[in-house]
């Protein structure tokens, strides 16, 4: 590569919680630069979460984390173009592009989701992919069964 890798910014933790993976969250739920709106929405959401989750000892920050464990991918198909024929080879996904599928894949279909506020739609997203189910969960499924089935071409990793 003839240019130089591009550094790493600093994301600066939360301001509730103090934690760089909650910004690194807010920061794709955000649209047109509103980070207020966007840490609104968060903080708003788990609090739903722990409204609808009372009889659970965790805090809702931490069912937030669980449930992005919950809906991380750990291996991804890639198409590969090898003498003519193109192939899904199964590679598996760096840490960091891991966190950001799962965050991504939540607010995507927390989105898509029908009703109230964005709040609630993600809310109702949160708990879904802590009990292992929803558009998330489904989305991680998928990616694994395509994995899984395209397995015998695992040898074209690059």
């Known amino acids: 590569m003839r240019k130089t890798k591009p550094k790493k910014r600093v994301i600066l933790p939360d301001p509730v919680f103090n934690d760089v993976k909650v910004t690194k969250f807010v920061n794709h739920l955000m649209y047109d630069g509103k980070k ?4 609104e929405i968060f903080y708003s959401a788990l609090e739903t979460v722990k409204a609808k989750l009372p009889n659970d000892e965790k805090s809702a920050l931490e069912i937030w984390k669980a449930a992005l464990d919950n809906i991380t991918p750990q291996v991804e198909v890639k198409s590969r173009r090898i003498g003519g024929a193109t192939f ?15 965050m991504k894949n939540v607010i995507l279909y927390a989105r898509k989701r029908g009703g109230k506020s964005m709040a609630d ?3 109702a997203e949160i708990v879904d992919a802590y009990n292992n189910q929803g558009g998330s ?3 991680k499924e998928d990616m ?3 994995a899984e089935a395209n397995r015998a071409f695992a040898h074209f990793r690059f």
Do not use: G
């Open 36 to 39: 207020n709106t966007s840490y």
């Open 137 to 139: 969960y489904k989305r």
């Open 88 to 102: 899904q080879v199964p590679t598996e996904i760096r840490p960091d592009r891991k966190e950001s599928i799962s």
């Open 144 to 146: 694994h069964r395509m």
């Open 121 to 123: 739609k993600l809310a």
